[in-house]
């Protein structure tokens, strides 16, 4: 069973960046396409973008376009989370998730595999 685990979360100020890594491990990401999501606390978790298993195609929740950017190196099992711009609006836990087709992205029960979180917080 493939296992995922977020890495890089952290404090930063606003205006900042952060890059975040999902390792895979237990087998390959190859066969799945990959999901960022996130939640803020009280809140419901909330789809941040998806790239495909090539990662020649992704798509992104209009919070975060043009300044979160999603790619994956399927050799490393690695897929990794570029945020630029970040605002407090930004803070939250962190999930990357992965579910076999492209179809219907934006949905977290779709989702079969997930990690564990990483925290972002991002102070003004």
């Known amino acids: 069973q493939v296992q995922l685990v977020e890495s890089g979360g952290g404090l930063v100020q606003a205006g900042g960046s952060l890059r975040l890594s999902c390792t895979a491990s237990g087998g390959t990401i190859n066969n799945y396409m990959m999901g960022w999501f996130r939640q803020a606390p009280g809140k419901e978790r909330d789809f941040v973008g998806a790239?495909?298993?090539?990662?020649?195609?992704?798509y992104y929740a209009d919070s975060v376009k043009g300044r979160f950017t999603i790619s994956r190196d399927n050799a490393k099992n690695m897929v990794y989370l570029q945020m630029t711009i970040l605002t407090p609006d930004d803070t939250a836990n962190y999930y990357c998730?992965?579910?076999?087709?492209?179809?219907?992205?934006?949905?977290?029960?779709?989702?079969?595999?997930w990690g564990q979180g990483t925290q972002v917080t991002v102070s003004s």
């Open positions: 998730a992965a579910k076999p087709h492209w179809f219907l992205i934006g949905r977290t029960d779709d989702y079969t595999l």
């Open positions: 790239l495909t298993r090539s990662g020649s195609r992704t």
